[in-house]
T-cell receptor, first 115, second 116 residues
Framework: AQSVSQHNHHVILSEAASLELGCNYSYGGTVNLFWYVQYPGQHLQLLLKYFSGDPLVKGIKGFEAEFIKSKFSFNLRKPSVQWSDTAEYFCAVNARAGNNRKLIWGLGTSLAVNP | GAGVSQSPRYKVAKRGQDVALRCDPI?????LFWYQQALGQGPEFLTY????????KSGLPSDRFFAERPEGSVSTLKIQRTQQEDSAVYLCASSSFRENKADTQYFGPGTRLTVL
């Protein structure tokens, strides 16, 4: 069965620190990859996505992610976090097989940024 | 423009009651998805519609769960004879269908169901 693994469940950083959140998936075929963010009290919002092309994708608020096919990974990065980045971050994968359109999700990473 | 809306935002049900959760997708979006998110977990897929056709219901956990989208717009997720393990946030998402399958799902605020 397809699965998504997020390596860090809780991360605490100080402002201006660099961030990297790991995401690995288990599926050998073509995939669409997503990072979603959920700020406190708000709904899930798309941070960035990869469908094809350049494996380094840039999203909103200075976030980026790199798709490494050989490692089945799609890690999220930000060079300098802000207090406002405090949120829950979810990695999600869609296996592009047949008519499959469902997203398989990781457990999420809770990020707390101290001012 | 208006995003995905869901109602009610909160629902408390006694065990054994039936509940109905509503989702209004983004106008013009032909694809609609339901997910269940338990506390401390990531969302889990329940079912998917393309217009009024339910193309994938592989994630529905039991025959107590039923979803419909009769006119290809608003969708209702119904849970019969609710159990405590049904307590979760139920998320709805919509997307504009693309033939190359490169579509993005946009999420509503969710309905938090608590079964006592």
């Amino acid at each position: 069965a397809q699965s998504v693994s997020q390596h860090n469940h809780h991360v605490i950083l100080s402002e201006a620190a660099s961030l990297e959140l790991g995401c690995n998936y288990s599926y050998g075929g073509t995939v669409n990859l997503f990072w979603y963010v959920q700020y406190p009290g708000q709904h899930l919002q798309l941070l960035l996505k990869y469908f094809s092309g350049d494996p380094l994708v840039k999203g909103i608020k200075g976030f980026e992610a790199e798709f490494i096919k050989s490692k089945f990974s799609f890690n999220l990065r930000k060079p300098s976090v802000q207090w406002s980045d405090t949120a829950e971050y979810f990695c999600a994968v869609n296996a592009r097989a047949g008519n499959n359109r469902k997203l398989i999700w990781g457990l999420g990473t809770s990020l707390a940024v101290n001012p | 423009g208006a995003g995905v809306s869901q109602s009610p935002r909160y629902k408390v049900a006694k065990r054994g009651q039936d509940v109905a959760l509503r989702c209004d997708p983004i106008s013009g979006h032909v694809s609609l998805f339901w997910y269940q998110q338990a506390l401390g977990q990531g969302p889990e897929f329940l079912t998917y519609f393309q217009n009024e056709a339910q193309l994938d219901k592989s994630g529905l956990p039991s025959d107590r769960f039923f979803a419909e989208r009769p006119e290809g717009s608003v969708s209702t997720l119904k849970i019969q004879r609710t159990q405590q393990e049904d307590s979760a946030v139920y998320l709805c998402a919509s997307s504009s269908f693309r033939e190359n399958k490169a579509d993005t799902q946009y999420f509503g605020p969710g309905t938090r169901l608590t079964v006592l």
